[in-house]
Nanobody, 126 residues
Framework: QLQLVESGGGLVQAGGSLRLSCVVS??????????VGWFRQAPGKEREFVAS????????YYADAVKGRFTISRDNAGNTVALQMNSLKPEDTAVYFC?????????????????WGQGTQVTVSS
């Protein structure tokens, strides 16, 4: 069983940056490879994939909408996965969730993930 807690959300102007963190607890993060993904959900829209990273940290995937602006990384020693978001746009406004799955492979579909955090709000003003 894993627990995930996101932090780092807030209000930022367009063009600005935010760094989201996801702390994973419940068992040693590095004992079994857990892939972690970030997803987001804007008001009135379906949840969508943002980025994911393998348990080893060697493989990452990004949605086209964030490629080149967002970077996902993980620190297994610190049980933390980060999402660095640069050049933010108003359309990035959403609640951001981190999720984990019991596999090394970083999937892009939300139904592949079993463990979810509560989410953190990101608001980008124009």
């Amino acid at each position: 069983q894993l627990q995930l807690v996101e932090s780092g959300g807030g209000l930022v102007q367009a063009g600005g940056s935010l760094r989201l963190s996801c702390v994973v607890s419940g068992r040693a993060f590095s004992d079994i490879n857990y892939a972690v993904g970030w997803f987001r959900q804007a008001p009135g829209k379906e949840r969508e994939f943002v980025a994911s990273i393998s348990g080893s940290g060697r493989t990452t995937y990004y949605a086209d909408a964030v490629k080149g602006r967002f970077t996902i990384s993980r620190d297994n020693a610190g049980n933390t996965v980060a999402l660095q978001m640069n050049s933010l746009k108003p359309e990035d406004t959403a609640v951001y969730f981190c999720a984990a799955r019991r596999s090394n492979w970083p999937e892009t579909k939300d139904y592949e993930y079993s463990y979810w955090g509560q989410g953190t709000q990101v608001t980008v003003s124009s």
